[in-house]
């Protein structure tokens, strides 16, 4: 069969590899992808945003099956326009994707289905928020309503800086259009759990659990960014609470968006804080986490494939998903001064160094190909992934391999994975 990836990031470098992996699959396109996504794919100059353009690739090449890896097509609505033209497409549709799309949504779809998360309030108006933020308990969060890239999101410890975070989400619009509306929440404590998930409607089916590193600098210092590393599994994500999450929060989810008239197919986020009262929902989002589909599927032994189709078929139910009994760690490597101002086209060495290592991958994140090689071409430009027997041996794997490749203005975190220590 014929497979299309909407995409160009680390994420879908990720989901090109293991689609190639699939016996069932003979080629592989994917729009606008990268470099590193050249070398299971056909890369195809259309971007993600042009739907139309997308869908009749789509079908003057026969494709049967096109994967949407990026949060903005799917809000965008881009799966409505493929199932419009009979194509077979795998992605929550618009109604859907609004649960990524509208954190004030989500948040209103959580209080109404009793599923547990921090306690809000949502503002349309500037001077109404900075009004509440006087009697607010501190720390507080603020959360862009829109996309922002993984980044809408501030912790204010005093009242100066939330007021400040209210102007610069509303009034100075940091965000664009995302932030014309904003959610006040409270602030969690506990540890953070990323759990992705494969959902056909009805049924929803749990991957593997990893815990992504949001903050730029060493001690989760600095600003957000798209992610700085990962590992998986995480050591706090019991057993127990996975019975927990899925009895009052995953199969919660999917039954509340099915009530909506919202039916969701595709990917579920689940962003989650294990407070002292129990597991909270931080967020949703509607597809493949970045960098965590880097830790995760290099862990999955079921098809890809199979899975993708049984979602789209309202077949999930008769699919198991396996994954090994290891971990996986994943730095990501960045240009300096990320996620701010950074330069591009500097030269990128040593990427031979991962061919036939198992258990070793550098995943492509913002790089292209140019006649002198492959340079940098974005804030993240590798995800360096190992596996290991456990997460400290996994974490000692990936930092040994950061050090096979190299750039111009390379900046990565050094305490990925840290807290595996303390486990």
């Known amino acids: 069969m014929k497979v299309l990836i909407v995409g160009s990031g680390g994420r879908e470098h990720a989901i090109a590899w293991k689609v190639a992996q699939s016996p069932r699959v003979d080629k592989i396109y994917c729009a606008p992808g990268n470099a590193g996504i050249a070398e299971y794919a056909e890369c195809v100059d259309i971007k993600a945003m042009e739907f139309e353009k997308l869908a009749a690739f789509a079908k003057e090449h026969a494709v049967d099956l096109t994967v949407i890896g990026m949060d903005d097509p799917l809000v965008g609505g881009i799966v409505d326009v493929f199932e419009a033209q009979g194509l077979r497409v795998f992605g929550p549709r618009k109604n859907a994707a609004i649960l990524e799309g509208s954190k004030a949504f989500s948040k209103d779809l959580m209080k109404k289905y009793h599923i547990p998360t921090a306690a809000y309030e949502t503002f349309d108006d500037a001077e109404a928020a900075l009004a509440y933020l006087e009697t607010a308990k501190l720390p507080i969060v603020l959360k862009a309503d829109g996309l922002a890239l993984g980044k809408g999101v501030l912790i204010c410890n005093t009242l100066e800086e939330a007021k400040a975070g209210?102007?610069?989400?509303?009034?100075?619009?940091?965000?664009?259009?995302?932030?014309?509306?904003?959610?006040?929440?409270?602030?969690?404590?506990?540890?953070?759990?990323?759990?992705?998930?494969?959902?056909?409607?009805?049924?929803?089916?749990?991957?593997?659990?990893?815990?992504?590193?949001?903050?730029?600098?060493?001690?989760?210092?600095?600003?957000?960014?798209?992610?700085?590393?990962?590992?998986?599994?995480?050591?706090?994500?019991?057993?127990?609470?996975?019975?927990?999450?899925?009895?009052?929060?995953?199969?919660?989810?999917?039954?509340?968006?099915?009530?909506?008239?919202?039916?969701?197919?595709?990917?579920?986020?689940?962003?989650?804080?294990?407070?002292?009262?129990?597991?909270?929902?931080?967020?949703?989002?509607?597809?493949?986490?970045?960098?965590?589909?880097?830790?995760?599927?290099?862990?999955?032994?079921?098809?890809?494939?199979?899975?993708?189709?049984?979602?789209?078929?309202?077949?999930?139910?008769?699919?198991?998903?396996?994954?090994?009994?290891?971990?996986?760690?994943?730095?990501?490597?960045?240009?300096?001064?990320?996620?701010?101002?950074?330069?591009?086209?500097?030269?990128?060495?040593?990427?031979?160094?991962?061919?036939?290592?198992?258990?070793?991958?550098?995943?492509?994140?913002?790089?292209?190909?140019?006649?002198?090689?492959?340079?940098?071409?974005?804030?993240?430009?590798?995800?360096?992934?190992?596996?290991?027997?456990?997460?400290?041996?996994?974490?000692?794997?990936?930092?040994?391999?950061?050090?096979?490749?190299?750039?111009e203005n390379k900046y990565y975190r050094h305490d990925i994975g840290k807290a595996i220590d303390e486990a």
């Open 166 to 407: 209210v102007r610069e989400i509303m009034t100075d619009k940091k965000f664009g259009q995302a932030g014309n509306r904003m959610v006040v929440e409270e602030f969690m404590t506990g540890r953070e759990v990323s759990v992705l998930t494969f959902v056909d409607g009805r049924t929803i089916r749990t991957m593997t659990s990893a815990q992504d590193h949001k903050r730029a600098g060493d001690g989760d210092t600095g600003l957000n960014t798209g992610g700085m590393g990962t590992f998986s599994p995480s050591p706090f994500y019991t057993k127990e609470i996975d019975a927990y999450c899925m009895e009052h929060i995953y199969q919660p989810t999917v039954d509340a968006m099915r009530a909506e008239g919202r039916e969701f197919k595709g990917i579920i986020f689940f962003g989650l804080m294990l407070t002292a009262d129990g597991p909270k929902v931080l967020e949703y989002n509607a597809r493949f986490g970045d960098p965590e589909t880097q830790v995760v599927l290099p862990r999955m032994k079921t098809d890809i494939v199979d899975a993708f189709e049984a979602c789209v078929d309202g077949t999930l139910d008769q699919i198991e998903l396996e994954f090994e009994d290891n971990a996986a760690v994943c730095v990501v490597l960045a240009s300096d001064g990320y996620p701010v101002s950074y330069q591009k086209g500097f030269v990128i060495e040593g990427l031979d160094a991962f061919r036939d290592k198992d258990g070793y991958y550098v995943f492509h994140a913002g790089t292209a190909r140019k006649p002198e090689g492959i340079v940098t071409n974005g804030g993240r430009v590798l995800g360096v992934t190992a596996k290991g027997a456990d997460l400290k041996e996994a974490r000692q794997h990936a930092y040994e391999a950061i050090n096979w490749v190299n750039f």
